[in-house]
């Protein structure tokens, strides 16, 4: 049986932009190529990965040709992305139940909840809105990264 987690774009910017390191991001990564997991994200995954790379280049943190390179890596990570109407709907009533100040968090929730899995993030600030409600939610930090980006 294949285990299936949701992971959010927090968590891979910090995989991608620590690349090379032995990072808390990397060992996770590994182990979970190592067992074989599905890894999953809503289609939002991949706007908020853009935006994350794009801000890191306009900040002068990276180059806009290592921008394109780690977009592209991302999306070549083979993580499976959902994307459909009933998520969005899930995704708003999630927002205002945990009473979240965007829905765009949400709709990885949305998609863990629905698909009976655990979600695993790198957003302290959404981690500690949630974890009382939903103890299947993960959080994995680290002390200091390369980038400091927000979506």
Known sequence: MTTTICIDANFVIL??????TESVYENHWNQWQEDNYELVAPILFGYEVANAFHRAAKAGQITAKEAQSLLESSLSLGINFY???????????????????????????????????????????LFNSV????????????ESTMLNVEK
């Open 131 to 142: 974890q009382s409600s939903l103890p299947w939610v993960n959080l994995v930090t680290l």
């Open 83 to 125: 994307s459909d109407d009933e998520l969005h709907i899930q995704a708003l009533k999630i927002a205002q139940r945990l009473n979240l100040s965007a829905s765009y968090d949400a709709h990885y929730l949305a998609l863990a909840e629905r698909l009976e899995i655990e979600f695993w993030t790198a957003d302290q600030r």
């Open 15 to 20: 995989l991608l932009s620590l690349q090379g």
